[in-house]
């Protein structure tokens, strides 16, 4: 009888837990299990109203694979929205797994919650920013501006999972893809993320602001990119796999593949340093990871004291850009055909030691400017100086230059082998103190820092393995993010007299052309077409039919092997010649007071000019003795437009009204619109036909100028 009461005793602990559906508003407060299934439930706008709230303690919630899907328009990831999951403040205990959500703007979000687990879990194809800049130049509305995130900031640009207030998170097997940002963390501390692949996504890869003591190891975090263009421009525009922002110390990465991203790891002091000159991201190890191709910087670090060891760094403009570090130790790290393998300017007490450098434009740069900038609160507490480096025991091989250093005091350099060298010293001025009495001798072993030792917890792998092609030429950026490689694109690479060369990306199978219009093919491989232009036809389009091996393409959607699938490229070009008058303008005729007395006001035009496209961005002055600040343009256009749905699109800065037949249709007459570079877009939809007159009025007050104006049918 005793055996069977101890059977009904332990039976409670081996049942499983409640298998139920989703239901939009429902409140998890025990363990269940979701029966699996596909749900499409529609989220509110306001993150304040999430789909689904897990609330309570020593919770399992198992997703069992169910999907959970918003019904908006997948093609339009940029209107996606509302907060699909959240993991109310005061929870802990708790452990989601196995689910799959797409389509909002978060899949995840947890306010301070203790010892959460994130395991097995699905969150690519949410919110992504359509980007503006194209194949031949960059659009400023699309860089990224993290420097605030102490009201939550970071919520605008959208995560799978949003981390804040948590504390010993476990973070794992997860996959982010195709979606903005893969994971966002502030005040996080003593989290572990590992095994994760938060990869071609269009912004981060993972993000930390005020977290510290967190371990990030083993993960997939390549091609977290934009503002990229493969021999056009490599401005990244802020993106990147890791982004340490704000105070974000002791922290270790380790065994990460974190390739092909803006910059590879991006750590910033933050604007509490620059404001009082205290705290940083500090001590933070970076072991064994991979940042090659870069388009900007492998890695950097700035106004921070870190420790970088036995990295691979290869095809990057920087492999390491350490603006004002200090006593940061670069050890045993790779550096192979970058630009500059280490930049650093005003850096003080660094270690460069055992690296090994192979076919670099320069090697090591180091150098100083003469002032600081005068709102810097860092530069006046700070000492500011390039000095006190240690440069010992590295190889050199097939290196353009190997030293090239300007304004820096006390330089040790020793040991340091070179081999097939073109240039050992590039000297500038304001050096002192220069000892390379040992440079030239050999030393057998070398006793270098043991700070490593750290990691020693953490679990020895290989960084993972990728199987995509390898390269920044393999960087391909569409108006929703990074190619990713799995789906059929016909990708603009060039233009060159009139002829379009395009790349032909897809999977295994093969294409064909099935229709075309103001293009004719003149040359086609199985990865490449050429077609000649007509410059005479205003909505050109070119059509492709691939059939071939299953693949999802870039909105989530599954094609299934054998299916027949279209996709091409389309341009529209309005065949107009626009007049563009410049203007300067005194400070006594402010454009901020008021629009019409400036516009009333301003004197005849300094020069006048004629352009197919409105398509300007200037760093200074442009041009014709006009002032780089303090210029207004004017341009007028008439179109004469098949009837169709056009969206028009303006990116300025600083301000700008666009008038069509005499009728405002977008007013963005404010500097307000300047204080985030995202916000400088601005949009309309309107149904055309035949001639109508555009006017478009700038003033440009300070810093960068830029006026692109865009016209396009809405089915384009």
């Known amino acids: 009888m005793k055996y069977c009461i101890l059977f009904f005793l332990l039976l409670p602990i081996f049942t499983s837990a409640a298998e139920i559906p989703l239901e939009k508003g429902m409140i998890i407060k025990k363990s269940v299990t979701i029966i699996p299934a596909s749900y499409a439930l529609v989220a509110d706008t306001s993150f304040k109203n999430p789909l689904i709230i897990i609330d309570g303690k020593d919770i399992v919630i198992d997703f069992n694979n169910a999907i959970l899907q918003d019904t908006t328009d997948i093609q339009q990831p940029d209107k996606f929205h509302g907060l699909a999951i959240l993991i109310k403040k005061g929870s802990s205990n708790i452990i989601l797994k196995n689910a799959n959500i797409h389509g909002y703007k978060i899949a995840v979000l947890a306010d301070s919650v203790f010892n959460l687990t994130i395991d097995k879990c699905n969150f690519s194809y949410n919110y992504r920013q359509q980007l503006h800049s194209n194949w031949k130049r960059e659009d400023i509305s699309d860089w990224l501006s993290f420097h605030h995130n102490e009201k939550n900031e970071w919520l605008r640009y959208g995560a799978g999972i949003y981390l804040t207030h948590c504390n010993k998170a476990v973070i794992k097997n997860n996959i982010v893809n195709n979606g903005m940002c893969g994971l966002l963390m502030t005040n996080c501390n003593n989290a572990e993320i590992f095994d994760n692949n938060f990869s071609f996504n269009s912004a981060l890869g993972i993000g930390m602001y005020r977290s510290s003591n967190n371990h990030i190891y083993h993960n997939r975090l390549d091609f977290n990119v934009r503002g990229f263009s493969f021999n056009k421009y ?55 990871n991979d940042f090659s191709y870069a388009p900007t910087n492998g890695i950097e670090v700035t106004f921070s004291r870190n420790y970088i060891r036995q990295n691979t760094i290869n095809g990057c403009d920087n492999g390491i850009w350490g603006g004002y570090s200090y006593n940061t130790s670069i050890l045993e790290n790779r550096f192979l055909n970058n630009n500059v393998a280490i930049a650093i300017e005003h850096g003080q007490k660094n270690s460069i030691f055992v690296n090994g450098f192979n076919n670099n434009k320069t090697s090591i740069k180091l150098w100083s400017r003469e002032k600081q900038p005068a709102d810097w609160i860092y530069a006046k507490k700070r000492n500011t100086k390039s000095k006190d480096y240690e440069i010992a025991g590295n190889r050199f091989q097939n290196e353009k230059v190997v030293y090239d250093i300007m304004g820096s005091d006390s330089l040790l ?81 060039s233009i060159n007299n009139g002829n379009y060369y395009f790349s032909v990306l897809h999977q295994s199978g093969s294409w064909k052309e099935i229709k075309s219009n103001g293009f004719k093919i003149i040359s086609s491989m199985a990865d490449q077409l050429v077609a000649k232009a007509d410059s005479s036809v205003k ?12 693949f999802t393409d870039m909105f989530g959607k599954k094609i299934q092997a054998g299916k027949v699938y279209t996709f091409g490229y389309k341009e529209f070009d309005p065949l107009c010649i626009w007049k563009v008058s410049f203007y300067k303008w005194k400070r006594s005729n402010n454009p901020n007071n008021n629009y019409k007395s400036f516009i009333n006001a301003l004197p ?74 995202e916000n400088t877009h601005h949009a309309i939809k309107l149904h055309l036909e035949g001639k109508h007159d555009f006017l478009l009025v700038h003033a440009e007050n300070e810093s960068l100028a830029d006026l692109v104006f865009y016209i396009k049918p809405e089915n384009e």
């Open 539 to 550: 909505d050109r389009s070119l059509q492709l039919q691939y059939t071939g091996s299953a």
């Open 604 to 677: 005849d035009a300094d020069f006048i000019t004629t352009t197919k496209q409105i398509d300007y961005t200037w760093w200074g002055s442009p041009g014709n003795d006009l002032p780089k600040d303090s210029f207004a343009v004017v341009a007028t256009t008439t179109m004469n437009l098949p009837a169709d749905d056009y969206e028009i699109s303006v990116t300025g800065d600083d301000m700008f009204k666009l008038f069509i037949d005499k009728k405002k249709v977008i007013d963005v007459w404010n500097k307000k619109f300047t204080d985030l570079d």
């Open 413 to 493: 350099l020793a040991w340091n082998g070179k081999y097939s060298c073109t240039t050992t010293y590039k000297l500038g001025e304001k050096i002192s103190n220069l000892d390379t009495v040992r440079e030239n001798n050999y030393v057998n072993s070398f006793n270098l820092d043991k700070r490593d030792t750290a990691i020693n917890f953490i679990p020895i792998k290989t960084i993972p393995f990728n199987s995509f092609h390898y390269g920044r030429n393999n960087i391909r950026i569409t108006s929703w993010g990074p190619y990713d490689f799995s789906y059929p694109l016909l990708f603009l690479d």
């Open 234 to 288: 490599y401005r990244g525009q802020d993106s990147a796999g890791i982004l340490v922002f704000e105070q974000c110390s002791n922290n270790i990465f380790a065994y990460n593949s974190v390739t092909h991203s803006g910059d590879g790891f991006f750590l910033w002091a933050g604007q509490h340093t620059m404001d009082t000159g205290e705290g940083g991201c500090n001590d933070n190890i970076i072991y064994n």
